[in-house]
Each structure stands twice: as C-alpha cells, then as structure tokens.
C-alpha cells in the first residue's frame, strides 16, 4: 500500500536536489569557515555567497542574516536578549505561537516581564485594534507570527506594523517586533525590508530542506547570551553548517522560483479537499478566510478524538496530524490555539489537521476522502 503524506506542516520531505547538492557542499568545501587557511578562506567564501542569496531571496542585506539550527532556536535567541535588559517591560505575544515562543515568555515572567496574550477573532486573526488596545507605555516586544501552523491563518503583518510604529511616536521609544515566519517562507509573498519588522526566524525543512537549519533575520544586531568564537556576528556562534546551510538557500531558490505555481498547486488541491469535505456530515471546517494558507486546513470530526483519528488514518495509510508536531505530545498544549480562537474543549479534541505541499496529488485528496467515508461508514453500520 502506497501511503500518503498529509503533513507538511510538521516537516517536508527532502528534496533529492537539495540532498545533491548538500553532498556536493560537504565534500568540495572540507574548511572551517572561521580557519584562515585555503580551505578555510574557500569555506567561508562559499558561505557568504549563499549567505548573500539567502538575504537577496528574503529582501534584505547580508549583514541580516544569522544562519541557526532552526525557527526554535531563531526564537530563543531573540527572547533570550529581553535578559539582558536592564528593567523589563510588558510583552504582547499572541495566544496562537508556536511553543517555541509562547512557552519561553513563562521563563521571562519569572524575570519581572509582564506578558499580555493577545486574543484572535474566529477566524484564528490577531486583528491590529486588538494590538492597538493593548500596547503600553513599557511595551518592549510584540511576537505575532505570519502563517499559524495548526489553521493557515494569515497574520496581518503590515498593519500590525503600522499601529505598532504609529503608538511609537507618542511614547517615544522603539518597540521590537518578531514574527515567526517558518509556515509563510516559499507559501506567501515576504519581504522583510517591506514588512518592516525587526526580527524573522524561519526554519529549511518546512520547505524540503534538511532539518536543524535556519535562518534568523535581524535589523539590529540584539544582546546575546551566548559565547563563543564569534560566528554569525557573535549572534549564534559555532561551526557554521556548511552544508546545511547551502542545501536551505537552494532549497529556497526552488521554492521561490516556481513560487506562482506552487501557490496555484496548493489552492486547487485545497479547493478539491474542501469540497470533498462538504460531502461528509461529521466533518466541520475550522472558519477559514479566501487569504488563509492554502497548504493548511484545521477541521473536526464527529465521534473520533482527534489523535484517535490520526491513528486510524495512519492505519489506513495517510499520516495527517491532531495538532502541532511540536505540541502533541502534551494534551494542555495541544489545545492552546484552538481554544483561543473561542473553541469549545469537545471540538479541539476532536480536530485534526491536514497540510499539503508539492508533491501531494489530487489522487491523494482522493483517496484520503475516500478512507474517511469507509470509516464513518463502519461507525455508522455499528
């Protein structure tokens, strides 16, 4: 039985291109980056030109690139420079981050910062009048990710920014803002300069890149915790992974060169999902919005948990996901998002996710309806 994958979201298959010239990397470039040898200096030659193709692809200079091991530790590092302050202040994050960010501002607490959750609508949306009501005098950081990773839905960066710099000016200092940018790379139109942010982290193996790479995007270089030999301007030190790192600029080069055709791809296959969907009476979609990410979609199913459900798909052939890869393995957490956007605890339980990308076919839609209505059909005949 061939299986499906229906869980891009938690991570993506590895490119064989990618895989190439990964290989092809680690075996032409044997150097530290750091040595000042011919190995060294060809290393570190190699890393700055992908370094610099990485900056170009995101829209921003060389300099604002911190290459890590991945979104999570992209954000650690910027919620690890708030310690270096000398008096905290107040945080605005959102109730819908990834754990990586919502989970570490319970650390921060315990260091005098004040955390203010910031509520989406129904359609899982931070809207900016919510933020704009709940900004303060202290404020010193405002964490609002692009693309949530359990419903698609798109984050209004840009006027978030905009109420964001105009209270600014009445309070007379600057506020941080980061996103988390790890399901919006190579799915939706970025550029950082434009946004106006000051911090983005994304992650390669959301894009068929390999895992443990990411890049963090930084204006202004922030107050590390870290020492060490002073890569990636003292930011993130360490060995630079050589390889790695040029296996996610080119997966990056793929993903936004066929970017038109890949968001055509994904609408049409969410499109034939969806209207698979309204022809199952158990099934209810999570509210969804014509700008929510067509690679996922969040719905709940009558009679099955929703990690029971999973299961029974892994059965059957097709892995989807009950939730957040990164949060499924703990029940509270797991409905932390879900609940925020006003769920009721039954329907949490109940959901389940499916997120698509370039390789998922519309047989594959198919089929997964297909396995769903054999299920409800045995529960239905008991």
């Known amino acids: 039985m061939k299986r499906v994958y229906l869980d891009w979201a938690a991570t993506s298959p590895l490119d064989r291109t990618v895989l190439e010239q990964m290989n092809d990397a680690a075996v032409r470039f044997p150097g530290n980056p750091s040595s000042i040898h011919l190995e060294g200096k060809a290393a570190e030659r190699f890393l700055e030109k992908d370094r610099g193709r990485c900056a170009e692809l995101l829209g921003t200079e060389k300099k604002r690139i911190v290459f890590t091991s991945g979104g999570t530790e992209s954000n650690e590092i910027i919620l690890r420079s708030l310690l270096l302050r000398k008096t905290p202040g107040n945080i605005l994050i959102s109730g819908i981050e990834h754990p990586s960010l919502f989970e570490y501002v319970h650390f921060l607490k315990n260091f005098g910062y004040s955390v203010t959750i910031l509520y989406p609508d129904m359609y899982g949306i931070i809207q900016p009048r919510t933020v704009e009501r709940k900004l303060q005098h202290d404020t010193m950081m405002v964490i609002i990710m692009t693309v949530n990773n359990e419903t698609g839905a798109v984050q209004p960066i840009g006027d978030i920014v905009r109420v964001v710099r105009n209270f600014e000016k009445t309070n007379n200092h600057h506020i941080h803002i980061h996103t988390d940018a790890v399901q919006a790379l190579g799915k939706i139109y970025l550029h950082t300069e434009e946004q106006g942010i000051d911090s983005a982290s994304f992650s390669a193996h959301k894009i068929q890149g390999p895992r443990g790479v990411g890049i963090l995007y930084i204006k202004n270089v922030p107050g590390v915790l870290s020492a060490g030999g002073g890569q990636e301007n003292g ?40 209207s698979e969907y309204r022809l199952i009476p158990e099934i209810k979609v999570l509210e969804r919005t014509p700008e929510h990410s067509p690679f996922i979609i969040n719905a709940s199913i009558k009679h099955f948990p929703g990690e029971v459900f999973t299961r029974i798909m892994d059965d059957r052939g097709f892995a989807i996901s009950a939730g957040s890869a990164c949060s499924s393995k703990n029940k509270e957490k797991k409905a932390r998002v879900l609940s925020a956007m006003g769920l009721t605890k039954e329907q949490s339980f109940h959901s389940f996710r499916v997120s698509t990308g370039a390789l998922t076919t519309e047989e594959d839609i198919l089929r997964f309806s297909r396995a769903v209505n054999e299920e409800l059909t045995i529960f239905r005949s008991k």
């Open 235 to 274: 930011v993130r030190p360490g060995t630079e992974n050589l390889a790695g790192i040029h296996g996610f600029t080119t997966a990056m080069e793929q993903y936004f060169t066929n970017f038109s055709e890949r968001i055509d791809h994904a609408k049409k296959l969410m499109e034939l999902l969806l």
